[in-house]
């Protein structure tokens, strides 16, 4: 049976481990706590005691295997939907609990779930108090020549926010090649997709003239290294404490219309605005708002689908590895 395949593997990484946490040695008492009341058939306790071992240690995948499964058990479909996504959202595909978590999407009906989210393992979020998170858009502005549209080395982009910061820097840039003054309105147009999120009360965010604290700033590059990208998000992977994000979205849609470049900006927009607030990889599925750019038709019109609101719902749901 899968259950006892799981279990044994489940068993052999927690005894084979070398950095053995405290947390994880609590989460593996609660584990086996669980599977006893699993084995007995009391679903509903077994789910909580998998749920408590799971906040513990969050990005452990039999944790939230049996968190779902003994919900779905339980006849909470919404808890099962919930664990499974957590799963989904740090298990790449060669992860062993990949093919049992398909299996039971399959089994109880799930259509949307997360998919994996993370960059190199870091799990990477807004932190609480950072929100309502500061967004400025500039009117057309362009990174310094040395920076703009290009991909910057971890202390080139230091330097980037570094000077972002200091007064007057952004009020210094020139006016990108190709900015149009419709522009702007199609990246809030474009971060409208996410404002789900604060209804959910997932995160908070809000416009602002001053870029010196702003969380995410918004620039225009004519283009990027490779043709037809349509913008880039810049952050730090590691040490990201109070470090701003850089969007930058392309201004040159030659040759087409103002039309499918207000479509294509809006689409890009609000692409990008998904990596700036942690989802950090692309979807498997080309329907996905996070699909890979180069799934994408120019002008065609692209929305946030359940799957991306899973992830990010799984992504702020659990203490994560670090925050900006
Ligand atoms: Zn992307």
Known sequence: MKIKKILLATLLSFACGTSITIAAENAGVLLQQGLKAYKEKKFKEANQLFAKA?????RDASLQYYASLSAFQAGDSKTGRAALSRLFLSQTSHSPYMNPALELKQRYGVSAH???????GMHTIWSRRQMPLKIYISNGLALPDAYRGKNLNVQQLSELQDWLRKPGAVQSLKQC?????GFASQVKSGLGEWSWAMQERILTFQYVNNPIDA???VFWSPSFPQPSQA????YMVRNTESRPVIIELRTD??????????????????????HAIGIQCHSPSGKDLMANWQYWSEGASYHITENDKETLRALYSVTPTQTF
């Open 231 to 234: 913008g880039q998000t810049l």
């Open 215 to 217: 969380n995410i700033l």
């Open 177 to 181: 090649p190709g900015y149009q003054s």
């Open 54 to 58: 799971a906040i513990l240690n969050p």
């Open 114 to 120: 997360s998919y994996y989210a993370l960059k190199n």
């Open 253 to 274: 849609f030659s040759p087409y219309s103002s039309a499918v470049a207000g479509q294509s900006i809006r689409n890009a927009a609000a692409h990008e605005f998904g």
